[in-house]
């Protein structure tokens, strides 16, 4: 399976932004999948992540009213709409999926990546 994300940007803040990440060489739908994002001199951290079907959604408490993430299995994509953005989104969102989402917020469990997309929040 191969990702790649896009739709980073340098935005102001309380702006906001559309990440999506296109996934090709698998299927999909079997795939849950993921948001992960790291800050300069930062780990990576998780971000949001949905089910296959997209009944299941989770969220970081630090983004959680603020991003809503989203799939169109059709399209083979997953979304990250991001509002309200802050300074401390600044970092490098990386899209991932896995083949079973046993834990959405730990991303050892995750078996394939992006190569991320830079969001930079600043006046």
């Known amino acids: 399976v191969q990702l790649q994300a896009y739709g980073g940007g340098l935005v102001q803040p309380g702006d906001s932004l559309r990440l999506s990440c296109a996934a090709s060489?698998?299927?999909?739908?079997?795939?849950?999948m993921g948001w992960f994002r790291q800050a300069p001199g930062k780990e990576r951290e998780f971000v949001s992540a949905i089910s296959r079907g997209g009944g299941g959604t989770y969220y970081a408490d630090t983004v959680k009213g603020r991003f809503t993430i989203s799939r169109d299995n059709a399209k083979n994509s997953v979304y990250l709409q991001m509002n309200s953005l802050k300074p401390e989104d600044t970092a490098v969102y990386y899209c991932?999926?896995?083949?079973?989402?046993?834990?959405?917020?730990?991303?050892?469990?995750?078996?394939?990546w992006g190569q991320g997309t830079q969001v930079t929040v600043s006046s």
């Open positions: 991932s999926a896995a083949e079973g989402l046993v834990n959405p917020k730990i991303e050892v469990y995750y078996d394939y």
């Open positions: 060489g698998g299927t999909f739908s079997s795939l849950g």
